[in-house]
């Protein structure tokens, strides 16, 4: 076991920290739906239409170039809407939840890769390059699992987990059999788990230390032709579960948290469940509801769903100052900023509210180290970036796309003086790149 | 504003003004544009911000200047003993037009560049605006000012995409436009000393024992074993007058105490690299010691400390001013502490031995100017050679 101290990076103190770790029970929902966009790299076919009726874990549709990577369904019901978009882009599967709450069964004695495939676990798998969903046809050279969540309000892991503790064992044992490698679990200090079978290492310091890309890159970093999956430690209980018992689990933990939020807590809920069963009633207007962080989640409104990874909702005022007089030459201590160019670093680090305002025009990149000082990696985060923007492969490569997934330029995008859209332009980089490459 | 805003929407009367509404707007009140793709939440801080703390930065230098410019010339009109406020008033008045102009002509050009491009007003030439009346003479006529602003704006930056693409750094250009363009106005007796009324202020006639030469002009022209450099009457300064800054001089360089003032805000926003801050200085010292142990009556400015050379002249202002403007510096770590070093050494190199230029500092910068991309380059292949050698270590 290693401990890894990461220096880079910044822990922001939200406002709407959980105080309490006890769990509640959501509102019962009636509908939930499985949004194609949080599987990253698959192009869905649908296997249901509109009226059909489906086993919680039978499969909504499946990867057009490899048929065997499905997406599921989190509850038996029916098909009521497949929700599409432009150019017939899906946008959502909605699920009408009926009381028979039938599972369908998988014979774990089958082939592992088989089993994880149907059942759903496979599409939460993400590899790198690209950070999309793996190719089944290439063996990992090894496996990432990251333990702990370190974005804003995020949720303790340990909490979600649960009583499912007990199934990283054989989480472990599947996922060692589709690696030549190793697997790597990584956690905070102090609250590690010894796994039989896996490497344990420990990470000190801010977010984004917890995201797996940043864990793999002071570990064993990618290389130009490798593959590696990364996941994190609910995903691997969920695959100890389902060969353990023979039974995909799509229930989840979900943190509730934020400003806005009245008493931030934990509930227990089903995966794609809607957002408002998760929320107390609450004054909708001016506010931002986020399903995941505030640092990557998406927005959803209040009928919307709860999104992939399917454990967080952060709520946080829309516009907390509308038309603030001359903000940029703000003295006020409570207007807070990372840097010391406003007074906030007076106060020291207590919580602070945020709104989901950009506060600035986009400019060039004029300062320098932003990105880097926001990214532990051995990485040029900005040469990165302008390699990126102006899509020269060569010097992506040279500089490490490889290695990095957009929510690694989550916190750089928050702290970007000239307000780039970063992980836009890193997803878009990637989607590129792969498409040129394949 | 929201009432007149339709005025400058495209298809309304005003549309050619429509980046100076945005600019208005954007300026008197914080976007309420919130985020639709990527992080919700954003940080307080924007270019906007950046800009405005560098321009408080300066405010020491400038008031400081301001006084210095008054007191240089009650002195050479035989009027030491004027009241603090004449002096100040004297050199605000004689400073303001310059100051005026500059940003008149240099934001003028913005907009109208801004609005071409259909483009939001940016903010660089807030910093370049002030900076330029700092660095450029007194006597400086102000159609010069404008023209070589107007040279800067448009060929140094504007052509290379605005703020933030610009290779050289605006305010030095400008310099340089007029120090080669006009050199008998940017050096000698008549260049650094406002001798004349401002605005019918300071009247009276200069003493017969002015001479309006720098120290470092003085040392250009010095004959002999013993350098001893005087002020606007002839009294003898050392090294402490050109720490206080009541010395001869370009309006904002003068004074170390009001640059390290400046210094102290800027590296405790963290706005500027202190590895360049740093290095400039530590090059200027070893380069300093270097020419002062081989010191020669051939060429003058060798015969200073090595802490004389970073108190006369630009060097400090350049420093702290100039060589950590990010867009035209370095941006990787390593690469920080070579530029910073290497203008430290040039500017001490240029100044000490090539006796046409006698102050080095501005050429030092925009020479590391140029070779910045290099130096980052160098910088970044190591990087992705490392990567290259985990890929063969397999």
Redesign the interface.
């Given at each position: 076991m290693a401990t890894i101290r990461l220096k880079k990076g910044y822990d922001?103190n939200?406002k709407g920290r959980i105080v309490d770790p006890s769990i509640a029970e959501a509102m019962k929902s009636e509908l939930f739906a499985i949004v194609p966009d949080d599987f990253v790299g698959l192009t869905p076919r649908m296997d249901v239409r509109e009226g059909d009726r489906v086993m919680a874990g039978e499969p909504l549709y499946h990867d057009k170039s490899y048929e065997q990577i499905q997406v599921v369904s989190p509850v038996s019901g029916v098909v009521k809407e497949v929700r599409r978009g432009t150019r017939r882009h899906i946008d959502a599967i909605i699920i009408e939840r009926d009381d028979i709450s039938d599972k369908l069964r998988h014979d774990t004695n089958g082939d592992i890769k088989e089993v994880l495939l149907t059942s759903g676990l496979w599409a939460m798998l993400r590899q790198r390059p690209y950070d999309i969903v793996p190719s089944p046809e290439v063996a990992p050279r090894d496996i990432f699992v990251t333990c702990f969540d370190s974005a804003?309000l995020a949720p303790k892991l340990s909490v979600v987990l649960g009583d499912d503790k007990q199934y990283l064992a054989k989480g472990v044992e599947v996922l060692k059999t589709l690696t030549d490698g190793d697997v790597y679990l990584g956690f905070r200090p102090g609250e590690e788990i010894e796994v039989p079978g896996a490497i344990v290492n420990t990470f000190k310091g801010p977010h984004p230390a917890g995201n797996v890309g940043v864990q793999l890159a002071n570990v064993k970093?990618v290389?130009?032709?490798e593959v590696v999956w990364t996941l994190d430690v609910i995903t691997l209980a969920r695959i100890g579960r389902l060969f353990a018992t023979g039974v995909m689990s799509h229930e989840t933990v979900v943190a509730v948290t934020g400003e806005c939020i009245g008493q931030p807590r934990y509930v227990h809920a089903t995966m794609g469940c809607q957002i408002s069963s998760l929320l107390d009633r609450m004054d909708a207007s001016n506010t931002?509801i986020?399903s995941g962080n505030?640092?990557?989640?998406f927005?959803v409104e209040p009928d919307g769903f709860l999104r992939a990874p399917y454990r967080h909702v952060?709520v946080?005022p829309?516009?907390s100052?509308?038309?603030?007089?001359?903000?940029?030459?703000?003295l006020c201590p409570s207007?807070?900023?990372?840097?010391?160019?406003?007074t906030?670093w007076l106060l020291g680090k207590k919580e602070v509210s945020?709104?989901?305002?950009?506060?600035?025009?986009?400019?060039?990149?004029?300062?320098?180290?932003e990105y880097d000082d926001m990214l532990p990696m051995?990485?040029?985060a900005?040469?990165l970036i302008k390699a990126i923007i102006t899509f020269d492969i060569d010097k992506m490569e040279?500089?490490?796309i490889y290695e990095v997934a957009p929510e690694d330029f989550?916190l750089a995008?928050?702290?970007?003086?000239?307000?780039l859209?970063?992980?836009?332009i890193v997803r878009e980089g990637l989607d590129r790149l792969r498409s040129e490459m394949s | 504003m929201d009432k007149i805003k339709p005025a400058f929407m495209p298809g309304g009367k005003l549309e050619k003004l429509q980046s100076v509404y945005d600019g208005m707007e954007t300026f008197l009140f914080t976007p309420n544009a919130t985020s639709h793709s990527g992080t919700h939440i954003h940080d307080g801080n924007d270019l906007k911000r950046t800009m405005i703390t560098v321009v408080v930065a300066l405010l020491p230098c400038l008031l400081f200047g301001m006084y210095n410019i008054g007191y240089q010339h009650y002195l050479a009109i035989g009027q030491g003993d004027a009241s603090f406020w004449a002096m100040f008033v004297y050199g605000l008045v004689a400073l303001l037009p310059c100051i005026v102009v500059s940003y008149a002509v240099g934001l003028g050009i913005e907009f109208i560049g801004a609005q071409i491009h259909h483009k939001e007003i940016q903010e660089g030439f807030l910093v370049s605006g002030i900076l330029i009346p700092l660095i450029v003479p007194i006597n400086t006529p102000l159609w010069m000012v404008a023209v070589a602003t107007a040279f800067a704006v448009i060929f140094a930056k504007e052509v290379f995409g605005g703020t933030g693409m610009n290779i050289f750094n605006v305010a030095l250009v400008t310099r340089a436009f007029l120090f080669f363009a006009y050199p008998s106005r940017m050096s000698g007796d008549t260049a650094f000393v406002k001798t004349d009324t401002a605005f019918g202020l300071g009247d009276g006639t200069v003493s017969d024992a002015f001479t309006g030469a720098t120290p470092l002009g003085q040392i250009a022209t010095h004959v002999g074993d013993t350098l001893q450099l005087n002020n606007v009457v002839g009294e003898p300064i050392g090294t402490y007058d050109a720490f206080m800054g009541l010395i001869a001089g370009s309006p904002g360089e003068t004074s170390m105490i009001a640059i390290l003032l400046g210094a102290a805000l800027l590296l405790v926003t963290g706005i500027a690299s202190w590895r360049i801050m740093c290095s400039v200085f530590i090059g200027g010292l070893a380069m300093g010691a270097l020419v002062h142990a081989f010191a020669t009556p051939t060429y003058a400015a060798s015969m200073l400390d090595p802490l004389s050379q970073l108190c006369y002249g630009g060097f400090a202002f350049a420093a702290v001013f100039m060589a950590t403007d990010p867009v035209t510096g370095a941006r990787t770590h390593i690469g920080q502490y070579i530029y910073g070093f290497l203008i430290g050494v040039f500017a001490i190199l240029i100044r000490v031995y090539n006796g046409g230029y006698p102050e080095g500092a501005m050429l030092a910068v925009l020479l590391m100017n140029a070779f910045a991309p290099l130096i980052d380059h160098c910088v970044v292949s190591f990087n992705i050679k490392r990567r290259l050698r985990r890929v063969a270590a397999k």
């Open positions: 922001l939200l804003p970093p290389n130009k032709g931002r986020i505030a640092l990557t989640g927005r952060t946080i829309e516009m100052k509308p038309d603030e007089f001359m903000g940029w030459a703000s207007r807070f900023s990372i840097y010391r160019t406003f906030s945020m709104d989901a305002r950009i506060k600035g025009g986009e400019r060039a990149i004029v300062r320098t180290d051995d990485i040029y900005e040469f040279q500089l490490g989550a995008e928050y702290a970007c003086t000239s307000k859209e970063l992980q836009r | -």
